[in-house]
């Protein structure tokens, strides 16, 4: 099942500069759009949402871009800080129903 | 800040046992949700539950296993009889609403199934 893509399997950052984490989908019924972070032995907790009425959401240092045309969306992380290093996870799904289907993750490590 | 408990945080059982996994969702939570993830694979959608029944399952959601809300505040997976590749991370979680309403997960439970 590819329908959620995440192409990168890791990020490398220096603190302070900008985390830009990419997502692809596939299916065009989807219409809410989720990231999630994940630290290991915990639950993927969730960061930030867009639903598909907008393109750009922000709350604080993460802003979520939708990109309707291209069905990518972005997360991006500014400043970057060393706790953020976590496996991020992009989700999507139908409002119909809201049985999200996820990403592969991102490994994203951010130096200090 | 409220959040959604799990127990066991870890279950070692037999290949053709029976396993219950226990979750308290956020108390004013009202659709629940099971979602597992094997070792190196994504994370996969079980079944969500609203009002007392199955709103949604997927294929991986066959006849072994089951869900309960045996009181106002347990929502429980229970596999019939367990076999090796159910082996995984089972993480529960609850959202206010159907639309436009993030899902806030559990911990997890690891299942190791022998």
């Known amino acids: 099942d590819q329908q959620v893509k995440q192409n990168s399997p890791s990020l490398s950052v220096q603190e302070g500069r900008i985390s830009i984490l990419n997502c692809d989908y596939t299916n065009s019924m989807f219409d809410y759009f989720l990231w999630y972070k994940k630290y290991p032995a915990e639950g993927p907790t969730f960061l930030i949402s867009?639903?598909?009425?907008?393109d750009k959401n922000e709350d604080g240092r993460f802003t979520v871009f939708l990109n309707k045309s291209a069905k990518h969306l972005s997360l991006h992380i500014v400043p970057s800080q060393p706790g953020d290093s976590a496996v991020y996870f992009c989700a999507a799904c139908n409002n119909a129903g809201n049985m999200l289907t996820f990403g592969g993750g991102t490994r994203l490590m951010v130096k200090p | 800040e409220p959040e959604v408990t799990q127990t066991p945080s870890h279950q070692v059982t037999q290949m053709g046992q029976e396993v219950i996994l226990r979750c308290v969702p956020i108390?004013?939570?009202?659709?629940f949700y099971w979602y597992r993830q094997i070792l190196g694979q994504k994370v996969e959608f079980l079944v969500s539950?609203?009002?007392?029944?199955?709103?949604?399952k997927s294929e991986i959601f066959d006849d072994q296993f089951s869900v309960e809300r045996p009181d106002g505040s347990n929502f429980t997976l229970k596999i019939r009889s367990t076999k090796l590749e159910d082996s995984a991370m089972y993480f529960c979680a609850s959202s206010a609403r159907q639309v436009d309403s993030p899902l806030h997960f559990g911990n997890g439970t690891r299942l190791t199934v022998t």
């Open positions: 539950f609203y009002n007392n029944e199955i709103s949604e």
């Open positions: 867009i639903s598909s009425i907008k």
């Open positions: 108390s004013n939570h009202l659709y």
